[in-house]
């Protein structure tokens, strides 16, 4: 706007040709302003000029320097005069020379505004998670051009007051000319010459930053482009990964729904359940894979090579992988199952709560084992697939077996009715466990397709056995497998008080006593303090339905072979 103030203002002054229309005043005030506001401005540009300029003028110096040093040497043999100023212009040269070593950097004019940022690290948008770093690749692009736009603006700034510094300044050199003003024409020849300097200096750096701007806007503007147009490629295959994974999971969904409403049986549709699961994040991996892997042929051949090294390395997670196959294709094991495993001496009995790709987790519940060795339950149990192979694995409840034997074993002594014993214990045991054995009988019919099941009896039996310190009868039927101590709770129970109130049946238990030499101190005379009714070594009578063990005679007690587990 101001230049175009100023080009109206000089073509009426060459129509009309009236110099004594000219406020002069007015001019060299504007002139005055505009330079201080230069001046004082924060403008890069004009910065850089004004450091250009101190290195041309300093150049200048040492060129004049040198001439002056070389002239005087040449005089220096027919006029010893001059030593002294060839000594103050070498020195004045060594102060010039550094100081040009100094602003060495502007040498080159406005290099380092002219510099354009250099493009590298160009990101290729190949996956959802780069599209993040494109679009910020994007910004910084973006935020480049617009400071060099904003330095483009700047230095248009700085040359637009040159001009009108330089225009101002002309009109007040001709005006001054025919006023025959010698020092005013002076002043403004200087004016003008320095401002024609500074519009050329500035034309020439703003001509190079145009043509490096076209170019560079031109080159950013096609990376831009390339990027959205991958970032638009990655988010329709986004989109349509999300779809293919939201078939899948509606087919999962509806497989499972048919699988709860046509099979009855929960532990089938928990591994079936448990497999289509498997199957679907499979096939993710899969359609991933082939999605965003661009060389599939690269990754096979790595795992083919590193395969070796890893069955090797990871011997037990291979195992246990195939142990989850051999275990979910052969139906060994199911979820709710009871199942017992010994591993280095540890035996634990309980039930299959999940099957996982690499482990069975199992329930320590309260068993009989429990009883007997761990003292302990309750317990969660992970039990590595590879097991299966190495290590012994009874499933209580295998191909719909619900029921397994289970024994107990009473002693009762020598004198005793062991018949009438077997024949009272038999009838226990059958009336206890006659639902289980007919639920085997059952079971056993359904598994003679699969097996070679021949001459099983499963009636319940009773036996008895000589044991060195009494007769052991061993009682055997059928129970629910997860009920066992509650029945051989029961059925223990019942078996103590039939013998008790048996006259010929004796329960046999461990008995000690300490005879001294010579006797047992009382000239086996009876025991003032042991009732009448009470066996004793002179009183060897037990009453019926009493839990004493009958005493034998003192030779078999001082070798201590009464008494019975």
Same mark, same amino acid.
């Given at each position: 706007?101001?230049?175009?103030?100023?080009?109206?203002?000089?073509?009426?002054?060459?129509?009309?040709?009236?110099?004594?229309?000219?406020?002069?005043?007015?001019?060299?005030?504007?002139?005055?302003?505009?330079?201080?506001?230069?001046?004082?401005?924060?403008?890069?540009?004009?910065?850089?000029?004004?450091?250009?300029?101190?290195?041309?003028?300093?150049?200048?110096?040492?060129?004049?320097?040198?001439?002056?040093?070389?002239?005087?040497?040449?005089?220096?043999?027919?006029?010893?005069?001059?030593?002294?100023?060839? =000594?103050?212009?070498?020195? %004045?040269?060594?102060?010039?020379?550094?100081?040009?070593?100094?602003?060495?950097?502007?040498?080159?004019?406005?290099?380092? =505004?002219?510099?354009?940022?250099?493009?590298?690290?160009?990101?290729?948008?190949?996956?959802?998670?780069?599209?993040?770093?494109?679009?910020?690749?994007?910004?910084?692009?973006?935020?480049?051009?617009?400071?060099?736009?904003?330095?483009?603006?700047?230095?248009?700034?700085?040359?637009?007051?040159?001009?009108?510094?330089?225009?101002?300044?002309?009109?007040?050199?001709?005006?001054?000319?025919?006023?025959?003003?010698?020092?005013?024409?002076?002043?403004?020849?200087?004016?003008?010459?320095?401002? =024609?300097?500074?519009?050329?200096?500035?034309?020439?750096?703003?001509?190079?930053?145009?043509?490096?701007?076209?170019?560079?806007?031109?080159?950013?503007?096609?990376?831009? %482009?390339?990027?959205?147009?991958?970032?638009? !490629?990655?988010?329709?295959?986004?989109?349509?990964?999300?779809?293919?994974?939201?078939?899948?999971?509606?087919?999962?969904?509806?497989?499972?729904?048919?699988?709860?409403?046509?099979?009855?049986?929960?532990?089938?549709?928990?591994?079936?359940?448990?497999?289509?699961? $498997?199957?679907?994040?499979?096939?993710?991996?899969? &359609?991933?894979?082939?999605?965003?892997?661009?060389?599939?042929?690269?990754?096979? !051949?790595?795992?083919?090579?590193?395969? !070796?090294?890893? !069955?090797?390395?990871?011997?037990?997670?291979?195992?246990?992988?195939?142990?989850?196959?051999?275990?979910?294709?052969? +139906?060994?094991?199911?979820?709710?199952?009871?199942?017992?495993?010994?591993?280095?001496?540890?035996?634990?009995? /309980?039930?299959?709560?999940?099957?996982?790709?690499?482990?069975?987790?199992?329930?320590?519940?309260?068993?009989?084992?429990?009883? @007997?060795?761990?003292?302990?339950?309750?317990?969660?149990?992970?039990?590595?697939?590879?097991?299966?192979?190495?290590?012994?694995?009874?499933?209580?409840?295998?191909? +719909?077996?619900?029921?397994?034997?289970?024994? &107990?074993? $009473?002693?009762?002594?020598?004198?005793?009715?062991?018949?009438?014993?077997?024949?009272?214990?038999?009838?226990?045991?059958?009336?206890?466990?006659?639902?289980?054995?007919?639920?085997?009988?059952?079971?056993?019919?359904?598994?003679?397709?699969?097996?070679?099941?021949?001459?099983?009896?499963?009636?319940?039996?009773?036996?008895?056995?000589?044991?060195?310190? /009494?007769?052991?009868?061993?009682?055997?039927?059928?129970?629910?497998?997860?009920? &066992?101590?509650?029945?051989?709770?029961?059925?223990?129970?019942?078996?103590?008080?039939?013998?008790?109130?048996?006259?010929?049946?004796?329960?046999?238990?461990?008995?000690?006593?300490? @005879?001294?030499?010579?006797?047992?101190?009382? /000239?086996?005379?009876?025991?003032?303090?042991?009732?009448?009714?009470?066996?004793?070594?002179?009183?060897?009578?037990?009453?019926? /339905?009493?839990?004493?063990?009958?005493?034998?005679?003192?030779?078999?007690?001082?070798?201590?072979?009464?008494?019975?587990?």
């Amino acid at each position: 706007m101001r230049r175009v103030i100023v080009g109206v203002f000089l073509l009426c002054a060459s129509i009309f040709g009236a110099t004594e229309t000219i406020d002069a005043p007015s001019l060299e005030s504007k002139l005055a302003t505009l330079t201080k506001a230069i001046a004082q401005s924060n403008n890069p540009w004009y910065k850089q000029y004004i450091n250009i300029k101190a290195y041309e003028n300093l150049l200048q110096e040492i060129r004049y320097a040198e001439k002056e040093l070389e002239r005087l040497e040449a005089i220096e043999e027919k006029n010893s005069r001059v030593s002294s100023q060839i =000594l103050q212009y070498k020195n %004045t040269l060594q102060t010039l020379q550094r100081q040009r070593d100094i602003l060495e950097s502007y040498a080159k004019n406005y290099s380092q =505004l002219l510099e354009l940022p250099e493009i590298k690290d160009i990101p290729n948008v190949s996956n959802p998670i780069l599209i993040i770093s494109g679009y910020s690749f994007i910004k910084t692009l973006q935020e480049s051009q617009h400071n060099i736009e904003s330095n483009a603006k700047s230095l248009q700034e700085i040359l637009d007051m040159a001009k009108q510094c330089y225009e101002i300044a002309q009109i007040l050199n001709d005006y001054y000319v025919d006023e025959n003003n010698t020092p005013k024409i002076k002043e403004y020849q200087n004016q003008t010459l320095e401002a =024609l300097q500074m519009v050329q200096s500035l034309e020439s750096a703003q001509q190079i930053l145009q043509t490096s701007y076209d170019v560079y806007s031109k080159e950013i503007e096609s990376i831009i %482009t390339s990027l959205e147009s991958e970032i638009k !490629a990655q988010v329709v295959k986004m989109i349509s990964i999300l779809v293919a994974f939201g078939a899948i999971f509606v087919i999962g969904l509806f497989i499972k729904t048919a699988l709860r409403k046509y099979i009855l049986d929960s532990n089938r549709v928990y591994t079936a359940n448990k497999i289509i699961n $498997i199957f679907n994040i499979t096939l993710i991996v899969i &359609i991933l894979l082939f999605a965003y892997l661009e060389n599939v042929s690269y990754l096979v !051949a790595i795992v083919g090579f590193a395969s !070796a090294g890893l !069955a090797i390395a990871m011997k037990d997670l291979f195992m246990s992988v195939l142990g989850w196959f051999v275990i979910v294709l052969g +139906g060994s094991v199911h979820v709710g199952d009871r199942v017992r495993v010994v591993k280095d001496g540890a035996t634990y009995v /309980g039930d299959v709560l999940d099957i996982s790709v690499l482990r069975m987790t199992i329930y320590e519940d309260i068993t009989f084992t429990s009883y @007997v060795e761990n003292r302990r339950a309750g317990r969660i149990i992970f039990i590595p697939n590879n097991y299966i192979f190495t290590t012994l694995l009874a499933n209580y409840t295998h191909a +719909g077996l619900q029921t397994v034997w289970d024994g &107990i074993d $009473i002693s009762i002594t020598f004198d005793s009715n062991y018949k009438k014993a077997l024949s009272i214990a038999t009838e226990i045991g059958k009336r206890y466990s006659k639902g289980y054995t007919e639920l085997t009988r059952k079971r056993m019919e359904r598994l003679k397709d699969r097996f070679s099941l021949r001459n099983i009896n499963l009636e319940t039996r009773a036996f008895c056995m000589l044991e060195p310190n /009494g007769i052991r009868i061993s009682l055997w039927y059928h129970v629910n497998s997860y009920t &066992i101590m509650a029945l051989r709770s029961t059925i223990s129970g019942e078996l103590i008080e039939a013998f008790l109130r048996e006259d010929d049946i004796y329960i046999a238990y461990p008995t000690t006593k300490v @005879v001294p030499t010579g006797g047992d101190g009382r /000239g086996n005379k009876p025991d003032p303090s042991t009732p009448s009714n009470v066996a004793s070594p002179t009183n060897p009578t037990r009453p019926r /339905g009493g839990s004493d063990v009958p005493f034998a005679d003192d030779k078999d007690l001082d070798h201590g072979n009464f008494g019975v587990m």
